[in-house]
């Protein structure tokens, strides 16, 4: 019984690890700013199809929630975007209508090279 409660114990701890831009929503589809964590003083970016839980205008990476990064987007402004490795952690907190890219074509303002960021969909 020692043992099935140790594994409970166990899953629960693994399940609350992860990844702070999942927590913080960075990335996450959204409607309005009420949708994405207000600690971190993330807004709904309206202006991407399905919306995108980030913050507009940061200046570098130190603007952004961990997880995330200062992109220079092609609509010439500056967005704090999700990190990524690959698509799937770009698109657990969104549609299927409204998938991000992982994407290594970006224009970072102060990151490292070879960081990829969640690019959203263009168009609200």
């Given amino acids: ?6 594994f409970v114990l ?3 701890m693994l399940g609350a690890c992860g990844v702070q831009a999942d927590k913080l929503g960075v990335g996450a589809e959204c409607t309005k700013n009420e949708d994405c964590n207000q600690d971190n003083k993330q807004s709904c970016l309206t202006n991407f199809k399905g919306g995108y839980c980030g913050s507009a205008d940061c200046t570098g990476d130190a603007d952004c929630p961990t997880g995330s990064t200062c992109v220079t987007h092609t609509d010439s402004k500056n967005y704090c975007f999700r990190t990524c490795n690959d698509k799937t952690e770009c698109n657990a907190n969104r549609t299927a209508a409204n998938e991000s890219n992982c994407s290594a074509n970006i224009t970072l303002v102060d990151g490292t090279k070879g960081t990829k960021a969640c690019v959203p969909p ?3």
């Fill in 10 to 12: 166990f899953a629960v």
């Fill in 1 to 6: 019984m020692k043992r099935k409660w140790m």
């Fill in 122 to 124: 263009a168009g609200a």
